[in-house]
């Protein structure tokens, strides 16, 4: 579905602390962040390149990811 997926932490320890991801579909990079279970997406956002029933796919599996990563 996609490649190369990478989270790092954002402000680590804080208050503020957030999981930061990025990955690849389609050649093209996407980042975004994941806090409480929500997926907060950077521009570009997929949904302008990406139909919606494949943009639910890929939330659903970054979610998953997240969740695991996270665990």
């Known amino acids: 579905m996609f490649e190369?997926?990478?989270v790092k932490p954002l402000f680590e320890g804080q208050v503020h602390e957030r999981h930061q991801?990025?990955?690849y579909i389609?050649?093209?990079?996407?980042?975004?962040?994941?806090?409480?279970?929500?997926i907060h997406w950077f521009n570009p956002h997929p949904q302008n390149a990406l139909e919606e029933n494949?943009?639910?796919a890929v939330e659903s599996k970054v979610h998953n990811l997240m969740t695991e990563h996270l665990e």
């Open 21 to 23: 991801f990025s990955l």
């Open 26 to 38: 389609q050649g093209n990079e996407y980042q975004g962040i994941f806090h409480d279970g929500d």
């Open 54 to 56: 494949h943009l639910q």
């Open 4 to 6: 190369n997926f990478e």
